[in-house]
Structures are given as C-alpha cells and as structure tokens.
C-alpha cells in the first residue's frame, strides 16, 4: 500500500529550536526600544497611564494605533479621545501592552506574515471580545487575547515561508492545521504563542486557553474555541460549520452567533486599520488634535 505524505512533508523541516526563536525575537528590541519598553513596564505596579503615555509618545506609529483605536467603534469613543494620555485610560494597559507586542514581533508587517493574516486576527479578537461576558471573561482582555494568538503562526511562517505555506494551503481549518505544524515543528502555533506570552510576563489568563483550545473537555479553551469558530465561518471559503454548542460545552447556541457575526463584519475593517496603522497616502500618523 501507498502511503501518501501530507501536503509539506517532502520540504525538510527546519531545525526548531523555540529558544533560538524567541531569542531572535528578543534581539528586536534593540530596534524598537519603546516597544520593547512598553511590554516590560505595562504590568507593573509602579506604571501609570501618563507615565505609559509619556513612553509611549517616543513612537509616533505606535502612539498614533494606540489613538486610533481609542477612538474606534469598538470603544465607542468617536472622536472624543484627543490626548495620548486618555487613549491609555480608554483602551487600558494590557491593550497597549499587546499592541506594542505586534509591533516588537513585527506583526504589523503583512509581508512578512501568512496570507489573509490580520483577516483572520481581527475576526477572532472582535470574535472573542463580544463573546467574553457570557464566558465570565473582560472583553479587552479578550480583545488581547485574540490580537495575539497567531503570533505563534507568524514565527512558523517567518522561520519556515516554504513549509508553512503548504500547509497553511493544505488545511484551511484551524485544528487540523494545528495537527499538521506539531507533526512538521513538534510543536503547534498557538502553544508556540503561549511560550512566547509566558516569556515576556503575559499572565495566564491570557496563555491557558491557547494551551486548552483542543480539550472539548474543558472550559479554559472554550472562547477562544468560539472565536475561531466565528472566524472561520467568516474567512474560510466553503466552511463546513462546527456545532456551537458542541465547542463550548453548551454554553452558546447557533442563535447567540448571529448578531456576533454581523458586528465582526462590521468592525473587522476598522480594526486591522486601527492596528496596522495609517493608509499608505497618510505617512504622517498624526491627525489634526491629537495631543502627546
């Protein structure tokens, strides 16, 4: 009998070493100090939203996100938020925090990233944060935690392009390519994040779910299991739908996703933008009556 390969297996997997990686990631912060700042300070007793501000005003970009998504549908402010200072208070400091983790691990460069990306990202972070209440969860630090999952997909992609696009090609649902990277790296992606998260001093509300997303048993996993759910049914093309209820030990129904789905249609597109930063034709990310 012919055994045939998955799609992949004939390129040689690199030598994964996860040290070597996130080592390699620690060298960025030579290049974006404020960023790497930032992650180490964010969670600190002693830190303040002006003194988050005041650092986070040495990066133009990254301060001009941070105002933009203070200023998004998602927090309802609309224009209101004209200080740097206030956009920290708005959107909080695990939200900076990981903002600044997309721009260190240099998220924020779709070149370097796996097609359709932040497509995905945004889905499931707006996905996980609408849904958080009715898991006892914080939506922004769901919002967090779903802007963050796929760094682990983005260091396979960067370390591996070849590879990783075969198959991120092959198998277009998210829990069988997780099956297909641990068979190629030893190791999934979203396990690869939490290494990452606990490293830089994530807690683990933010890096237990990555780790339970595939145990049906339990609950730990069970809106980040929504989430992708929710995203897949909006990003993959001819997806054959999993049982809500099924992912979430009966917490949601297919009625709870309706109006889910229609507002991360909605708010995806504002999102990305507010995390990628400015449009090409507006190099200078600093509207009119922003304050820093």
């Not at 007793?45 to 970009?61: F, G, N, P, Q």
């Not at 105002?67 to 959107?91: E, I, P």
């Not at 309706?258 to 400015?278: F, H, N, T």
């Amino acid at each position: 009998m012919t055994v045939t390969p998955f799609p992949g297996a004939d390129i040689p997997a690199p030598v994964f070493d996860i040290e070597v990686i996130l080592a390699g990631i620690d060298t960025m912060a030579v290049q974006k100090p404020v960023a790497a700042q930032i992650i180490s300070v964010a969670n600190s007793d002693d830190t303040d939203a002006k003194t988050l501000a005041r650092i986070l005003s040495s990066d133009i970009a990254l301060a001009g996100r941070v105002m933009k998504l203070a200023n998004s549908a998602y927090f309802g402010m609309r224009g209101r938020v004209t200080s740097l200072q206030f956009a920290v208070t708005v959107v909080g400091f695990t939200t900076v925090r990981t903002m600044a983790t997309v721009a260190l691990t240099d998220l924020d460069d779709e070149s370097r990233l796996p097609g359709n990306f932040w497509d995905l990202t945004t889905s499931l972070a707006l996905g996980a944060s609408t849904l958080a209440p009715r898991f006892g969860e914080r939506p922004p630090d769901s919002l967090c935690l779903g802007l963050l999952a796929q760094l682990g997909a983005a260091l396979l992609h960067h370390n591996d392009p070849e590879g990783y696009a075969e198959i991120v090609a092959a198998h277009p649902t998210f829990r069988s390519r997780r099956a297909a990277e641990t068979r190629r790296y030893g190791i999934n992606s979203l396990r690869l994040t939490a290494v990452a998260l606990e490293q830089w001093g994530f807690p683990a509300a933010m890096t237990t779910p990555l780790k339970e997303i595939d145990d049906y048993q339990t609950m730990d996993g069970a809106l980040l299991r929504a989430a992708f759910e929710v995203a897949a049914r909006l990003t993959i093309d001819d997806y054959e739908d999993i049982p809500i209820a099924r992912l979430t030990l009966g917490r949601l129904r297919e009625d709870d996703l309706v109006p889910i789905l229609d507002l991360v249609r909605s708010e995806a597109a504002e999102l990305k933008y507010a995390m990628l930063g400015q449009p090409v034709d507006d190099p200078e990310g600093n509207p009119d009556g922003w304050v820093f």
